[in-house]
């Protein structure tokens, strides 16, 4: 039994497996047959596709062809074009050099206009210069007004803090010293002017002199930190640029010829600064204050070699070697002197030449990076914790709050019942002394005394 039931299984087990592959088969087959007719259909496609290229190609010669033969009409069409475009051209030759005289002239015209905007120009930087002393005055009061009431409301903090940790927490209380509580006013940054600045106004100074410019008497003083004259320090920035020129490029002379001289000398000079490497006004002083004492130091009393006295005067801006005597004239400096003072002047200053960067004609503002952050830390004088520490106070004190005003009530209700009985006493002792009381078989009082078991 157990073998017959075997080979039916194995029987059902190869009918079923005869089925799959027949279904197999049939799905492959169809499936085969499905490829070889998209095959035959792409291959019809590429025929077609082939022969309709082979008719564009054919067609594009022909186009070719065609072209060449019109471009050769055209080539000597535009011959004839060109010896036309000859006779245009020496016509406007001789147009152009009759608008060069106009345009001479106009310029001519504009140059006057120029200076004259330049004039106005330098009236309107003095009346802005005005309106911005205006300007900082009202901020300065605006920023002291609210200085003050941020102060006011910082020492009710403190008081209202000193009170809370003495009277109600028993604890030490220090005031704090914080850095913004002894700022006075706006946060004062000092901040050097440019090389550039310092020459605009030494030439304005220099200018507005004038006719005064031989009187030492008349000399006024830069704000630089050892008061260099203004005029004083023209000379010597003139002379430099007079035989230093090979400092500066080519392009940039030709450019400076038609700009006035006091403009001239400016770029210059900006040009000669970039070389060297003079970015501020403690770089421009110790150039001018070297050439001051350079007639000191080339004496022959003194036995320095150049090199080590360059790195003395490289160092002048330290304060340390502020002198009460008057410096010399900058006549006495020999214009073939000048390329040996600079050269020792630069070895003395030692600057990378990767960090000279090029001075740029910026207005000098305060900076007010840090007003943010000032007027941001007057806020939080109170830290986290201490208000964290009040607001614990807070909700404690309104629980005991609570309790004391239950217990008030309590004590008035307590009041009223003690008068209640207490009239009530007085009441009862009345009724007790009326003579209604002795006509009784048992008196109340009686009554009353009988003790309790």
Not at 18 to 38: A, H, M, S
């Amino acid at each position: 039994m157990n073998r017959i039931k075997k080979v039916e299984d194995y029987e059902k087990q190869l009918n079923k497996q005869r089925i799959w592959d027949c279904e197999e088969y049939n799905t492959i087959k169809i499936k085969l047959e499905q490829d070889v007719q998209i095959l035959e259909q792409q291959l019809q496609q590429m025929k077609a596709t082939y022969q309709l290229n082979q008719e564009k190609l054919e067609y594009n010669f022909q186009v070719l062809k065609k072209r060449d033969e019109e471009s050769t009409v055209i080539k000597s069409q535009q011959k004839r074009k060109i010896n036309r475009l000859h006779d245009v051209l020496n016509n406007l030759r001789s147009k152009y050099s009759k608008q060069v005289k106009q345009f001479q002239d106009e310029n001519q015209s504009l140059t006057s206009d120029y200076k004259r905007l330049v004039l106005q120009f330098k009236e309107l930087q003095k009346a802005m210069r005005h309106f911005a002393l205006i300007d900082d005055k009202q901020f300065q009061e605006i920023w002291l007004m609210n200085e003050e009431e941020a102060k006011d409301l910082i020492n009710r903090a403190f008081d209202i803090d000193r009170i809370i940790n003495t009277h109600h927490l028993g604890l030490p209380w220090m005031a704090p010293n914080f850095w913004f509580l002894k700022n006075v006013g706006p946060i004062s940054q000092q901040q050097q002017k440019s090389a550039t600045q310092i020459l605009e106004e030494v030439l304005m100074e220099a200018g507005e002199e004038g006719a005064d410019e031989d009187n030492l008497e008349s000399e006024s003083y830069l704000d630089l930190p050892k008061q260099v004259s203004a005029r004083t320090t023209r000379k010597i920035l003139m002379l430099l640029c007079d035989e230093s020129g090979f400092l500066i490029e080519s392009k940039l002379l030709s450019l400076l010829l038609p700009l006035e001289k006091n403009e001239c000398y400016l770029l210059r000079l900006d040009a000669i600064f970039s070389a060297l490497g003079i970015e501020n006004e403690d770089d421009l002083y110790k150039l001018v204050n070297f050439f001051l004492k350079y007639q000191t130091h080339h004496s022959p009393s003194s036995q320095e070699p150049l090199d080590l006295r360059a790195e003395k005067e490289g160092r002048l801006g330290d304060g340390k070697s502020q002198e009460k005597e008057p410096p010399p004239s900058p006549k006495l400096i020999h214009p073939n002197d000048v390329l040996k003072i600079l050269e020792a002047f630069v070895m003395g200053l030692r600057k990378p030449r990767d960090s000279w960067m090029p001075v740029k004609l910026l207005k000098v503002v305060r900076d007010n990076s840090k007003d943010s952050e000032y007027w941001k830390a007057l806020t939080t004088v109170i830290p986290a914790t201490t208000q964290n520490l009040w607001d614990a106070l807070y909700t404690a004190l309104e629980k005991y709050h609570l309790i004391l005003t239950q217990r008030a009530e309590l004590l008035i209700e307590n009041s009223s019942l003690e008068r209640q009985n207490t009239e009530l006493q007085q009441l009862l002792q009345q009724y007790l002394d009326t003579k209604i009381n002795s006509e009784l078989q048992v008196p109340p009082t009686q009554v009353f005394w009988v003790p309790t078991k």
